[in-house]
């Protein structure tokens, strides 16, 4: 009987045996902790019916949890050397697919469509590389797919940022995307030592459950332009920020002018100060204005 991957053990003499070492550069952490990976499964909630997408599988010590419980689980991994390990980890386990590619590269729709059926609904779990988890939350969040849950380890400075309350240093578009489609969840305090090798800083899980938006927005995306565009320098007022994004021409001010009336904000404010019924009202208003 074999024992699980997620044992410092067993994930020190898979390492041992390929002559691996973590790679900083993809944000190899591995988790080691068998509590922790049950916690990230009973957070999702998987069962037997479901198809379920991991980000990073790394050596398999989640993809391996995942698997025991779910139907099917498609996990993207951009390292050619973990793919190696785990069509030998993972060699127990008839229904996992491991896909070779940047999971920033991959069209999430269509693979979904090809791996579990056209709009099918999926969990996404992950021990998420910490230097790209703002991008991949991004992109899992506006990438137009039915997903029940989503349930992911990060370092707890940005699971903070996710219910930032307005105005403070943390708030920004990474919380406006979140709270439009999702309410954020803090499922698990992680410390560092339950990870090979361990992160130099705290981690935590955090469940997002999906949201039909209060303010349906024909074009989620054309929302976070205006977010984005407003947020891009941060310390300039909304103003300044909407004259670089739209133009300084006169007939483009008397425009925005008419548009932050109509939305009733002040032009001198700083994005930071509104929250997301602001910046739905915003956009409804520039539209308006054909901006
Ligand atoms: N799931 C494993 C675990 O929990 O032990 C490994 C998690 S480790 C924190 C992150 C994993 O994501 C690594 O295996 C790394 O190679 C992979 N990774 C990094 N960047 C990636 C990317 N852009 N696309 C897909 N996988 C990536």
């Known amino acids: 009987k074999t024992i699980d991957i997620a044992n410092p053990t067993r994930t020190q003499a898979i390492l041992n045996e390929y002559g691996l070492r973590a790679k900083k550069k993809f944000g190899q952490n591995f988790l080691t902790d068998l509590n922790v990976l049950h916690g990230i499964v009973a957070a999702s909630e998987i069962t037997a019916e479901d ?24 996990a993207f991994e951009i390292d050619p050397q973990m793919v190696a390990v785990l069509s030998d980890t993972l060699s127990p386990y008839q229904n996992i697919h491991v896909i070779e590619n940047d999971i920033l590269k991959v069209n999430l729709k269509q ?15 992950a021990n998420l590389p910490y230097y790209i988890t703002t991008p991949i939350l ?50 698990i305090k992680v410390p560092a030592t339950s990870f090979n090798p361990a992160p130099n800083v705290d981690s935590a899980v955090v469940k997002l459950t999906p949201l039909t938006p209060d303010v349906p927005v024909e074009q989620p995306n054309q929302l976070f332009g205006v977010i984005k565009g407003t947020f891009s320098h941060r310390r300039k007022s909304l103003w300044n920020n909407l004259l670089q994004t739209y133009g300084k021409e ?4 008397s425009k925005l002018e008419k548009a932050l009336q109509e939305a009733n904000i002040e032009p001198s404010i700083r994005a930071e100060r509104l ?17």
């Open 51 to 74: 198809n379920v997408i991991e980000i990073g599988p790394g050596i398999g010590a989640l993809t391996e949890q995942l698997a025991k419980s779910a139907k099917k689980v498609v």
């Open 250 to 253: 006169a007939e483009i001010k």
């Open 111 to 125: 693979v979904i469509t090809e791996e579990f059926g056209e709009n099918a609904n999926v969990k996404i779990v």
């Open 138 to 187: 991004m992109q899992l969040l506006r990438a137009d797919i039915a997903w029940d849950n989503i349930v992911v380890m990060m370092q707890r400075e940005v699971a903070d940022r996710l219910n930032a309350q307005v105005g403070t240093k943390e708030y920004g578009v990474l919380t406006l995307t979140i709270q439009y489609f999702a309410t954020a969840q803090l499922a």
């Open 275 to 291: 929250d997301l019924t602001d910046f739905t009202d915003l956009y409804l208003a520039l539209r308006t204005q054909k901006l």
